[in-house]
């Protein structure tokens, strides 16, 4: 489990496309200290097992299911992306609940840069938005943030300038695709609703 708390911001070293699989190589720097083989980091919201780590690179495999799901498959050498490590039972929670299972992507429409205001609309699905609600937790690359507005299918999310600075949304653009996880105390509470009906 994760809590949405950015920890790093690795670099891309390799992209091994493989049949039903890629294989991906992250430069990840002082992150990695402690890290060993089995533990999971999550990957702009992904989470994935450390498969090897070597000076100060850490490996780890994309299975079909999560190509599909998600924004890793856009990938490339060079590119940043979002790294937390999971938490410990004795770890502070300062996000919320995430599991780093993505359910989908989205698409950021359109930037507001306002002096101190960054605002990014990101366009997602029904079948994801059935979830959001105004002032409501989301992960969005892995990043816990807090839904602004909804109006139809597109959400706002206010970013601040340390989120700015200490994760990929300080590199943002137009037409990116988003990994999305909603929140998951939403979706048991439908589960127990249908369950009672």
Same mark, same amino acid.
């Given at each position: ?11 891309? $070293? ?6 039903? +699989?890629?294989?991906?190589?992250? @430069? ?7 890290? +060993? ?11 994935? #097992? ?15 299911? @999560? ?11 060079? $590119? ?7 938490? +410990? ?15 989908? @992507? ?20 029904? $079948? ?27 959400? $706002? ?10 994760? #990929? ?29």
């Amino acid at each position: 489990m994760f809590t949405g708390i950015v920890q790093g911001i690795g670099k891309i $070293d390799s992209v091994k496309k493989c049949d039903k +699989s890629i294989k991906l190589a992250v @430069t990840a720097g002082s992150f990695l200290d402690g890290t +060993s083989v089995g533990d999971s980091i999550s990957i702009n919201g992904v989470c994935l #097992t450390v498969t090897s780590v070597d000076n100060k690179i850490f490996n780890a495999d994309v299975v079909l299911e @999560t190509i599909n799901k998600t924004n890793l498959k856009y990938l490339s050498v060079g $590119d940043n992306v979002n790294l937390e490590k999971a938490m +410990s039972a004795s770890s502070r929670f300062d996000g919320h609940i995430v599991q780093g299972h993505i359910e989908g @992507t989205g698409l950021v429409v359109k930037i507001i840069k306002e002096e101190e205001n960054f605002i990014v609309k990101i366009k997602i699905s029904d $079948d994801l938005l059935k979830y959001c609600i105004h002032k409501g937790s989301i992960a969005i690359n892995g990043v816990s943030l807090t839904i602004a507005r909804i109006e139809e299918n597109i959400i $706002d999310i206010w970013i601040i300038p340390h989120t700015l600075s200490h994760t #990929t949304f300080g590199l943002i653009s137009t037409n990116d695709i988003v990994n999305i996880e909603t929140d998951i105390i939403a979706k048991y509470v439908e589960k127990m609703l249908i369950k009672q009906k």
